[in-house]
């Protein structure tokens, strides 16, 4: 593995840790037990932030090593992936809102709704994997 190859595998195993810490810590316990918990909430919310973060930080990494075209945005790293086949374009745009969930817990852009948050990250918590594997995927 070169340098580069490093980073992002490092970047994808803080990703499985994060998910695997979300399982646990979060999704083990009904949406009535983590919404009556002002620390698990937060437990969530820290490690979706991490995990997005994270996906951030592989997007504009590929994106910078592959010379591809910039994007000013964070959300916008994900279509330039799939625009270069590196995610599919379904999932990358499904995913890449998930850059706004995290704005709103890191800068309190607007006021989360933590049913909606838990809700959602139910229903699409599968998706950190599958972005993890996609990015594997890309780098062998």
Not at 40 to 64: G, P, S, T
Request: zero cysteines; hydrophobic letters at 40%; aromatic letters at 10%.
């Amino acid at each position: 593995m070169t340098f580069d190859q490093l980073f992002v595998a490092k970047k994808i195993k803080d990703i499985d840790g994060y998910a695997q810490e979300v399982k646990k810590d979060v999704l083990g316990f009904s949406d009535k037990e983590i919404l009556g918990d002002s620390g698990r909430i937060h437990i969530a919310e820290r490690l979706v932030q991490l995990i997005v973060d994270a996906m951030i930080d592989i997007n504009q990494h590929i994106i910078k090593e592959k010379n591809l075209d910039v994007i000013d945005d964070f959300q916008g790293t994900f279509k330039v992936l799939a625009d270069n086949n590196i995610l599919p374009e379904e999932f990358a745009l499904k995913i890449a809102p998930v850059v706004g969930i995290r704005n709103r817990i890191v800068h309190g852009y607007e006021k989360l709704d933590k049913n909606l948050f838990i809700t959602n990250l139910r229903k699409n918590y599968s998706d950190f994997g599958k972005y993890a594997s996609y990015i594997s995927e890309h780098i062998k």
